[in-house]
Every structure is written in C-alpha cells, then in structure tokens.
C-alpha cells in the first residue's frame, strides 16, 4: 500500500524533522525599527495582568524584510514597554506576517500576536519607506532619509511577553489556564544607520494603534541583523484576568464563539 501522507510518522522522522529544525542556519533581516514615547495611560490600559508599566511609555515597532529561499517574508511588531517579575521587556500588540508559516508556529509554539498581513520595507537611495497594512490599511508607516553609519551594538537580550492561551470548546472562557511566557531574544547586529523621519498611525477599527501616538519620537533605525530566541513559561494566568483583553487578538472576538452546541458549523 503507498503511503498515507496522514498517517503516524515513525520516531526517526520526528527526531531527523526535531534535528533539522534546530540546526537553522543564521538569517539576517533588513529591517526599521521606531522608538517613541507614547501616552502613559493609554500604554497601561493595554497591559494584561501581571505586566505593568516600566519606568517610561515606550512603543517600538519593527518592520523587518527576510530573503528565505524561493520567498520573501516580512515580519513586524507593533510593541508596547512592560515589566514583570522584576524583568523589563515588550509586549506586541500586533505583529503581521506575510507567510502562513511564520504566523502558525509563532502562534502555537509561543502565544505570539501573529496576524497575516502586509509587511514593506523599501529603500531608493537615501529614502526609506516602511509600513504595516491589513484590510487595505496602511495603519504603521514609517518614512524618512538615511542619515549616516551608528556604531554598531553589542549582542543584546531582549525579552518579549506573550500570553499562550485556547478558547474553550463551550465558548466559556479558555480550556485551561492562560500562561504567561517569556521569550528572550539574542540579537545580533551587523549594519545600522540612523533615519531622519516620522511615524504615521492610521485609524483602524482591526489594528487600532492610533490609541498609542507618537509623542516623542527618540529614533528611526534601518539595519540587518539576526536573532535567535528561547522562550519559558514564567507564571498561569487566572482566566478572568485575561478574558477582558481576549479581543487583542482577533479582529472579531465573537468568532471564537461561531461553533453552535455540538461543535458543529
């Protein structure tokens, strides 16, 4: 009988496919990244318990380009400061992908925000152009002239606080427990200049970020680099911490709920 693509792999083709997975070579992104600080309140109101704010209302948005073999992905964050535990980080908000793949595992594995969507990073000369869009919005765009070499930085650790959780089969709630989960990112730079320009945030009733304005850009940066990360559950979250925030990640918090009783469309 041929084989059942569907069926059970054997335990040699889930270790070579677990050791294929871990042996990535390095991939280096182009990308803008958006440093600004943005109202207090509104950054707080955002937070899910137990983040809370950090010292200062920080917003950083990465708008990235990789060149992978046979396609092009575009990746971005739209992130806000937060703390926990006594560990300063970010927590996206947002982060659009343009290949199903990266949104999938990012999802699943960590709890990341990812949504499909369109990612631009585009440079003529001096000028650069950067922007995250869904439902024909352009709702981040980043835009300005490069203005010079930086130094580059030392390898930096950057964390990142994601909130994996599943919807409950009843429409109740979730099944389980939210976790709470740190995922910590060794990044490595290897070219960056600075960008003289500005941050534009469009209205958008399915990416609202106009809800956190630019009220004091500190820099635009376009450069490459690469990043590996590792990720560890810190702490469960009680569900009716999390629920009033739920609709952060969908575009409409009512089709978790679509399935009638039985479990049946």
Known sequence: MARVRY?????AEIVATRTASSRLPEIWSTGV?????????ALAAVLPPPLKPTGRPLVRVNISQVDLPGQ?????????????????????LVMPMTLERALIGG?????EPKKLGEVTVERDGLVVRASLARHGIAFVEVRGAAAGELPLPAPNLRTDFYFKFLPAVDGS?????????HCVRNERVRRLERVTGDVVLRESMYDPVADLPVRRLLGITIGEKTSDQRGRVAERV??????????????????????PPGGTA
Not at 33 to 41: I, K, Q, S
Not at 107 to 111: A, D, I, W
């Open 72 to 92: 092009v992905l575009g990746a971005g964050s739209f992130a806000v400061s937060a703390a926990h535990d006594g560990v300063d980080g970010w927590y996206p």
């Open 238 to 259: 009680a569900a009716e911490a999390l629920l009033p925030y739920i609709h952060q990640r969908y575009d409409d918090p009512a089709q978790i709920l679509d399935a």
């Open 173 to 181: 709630g979730f099944d389980a427990d939210p976790v709470l989960v």
């Open 7 to 11: 069926g059970a792999r054997t335990e």
């Open 33 to 41: 990244v958006a440093l600004w600080e943005t109202d207090p309140d």
């Open 107 to 111: 999802r699943e594995v960590f709890g």
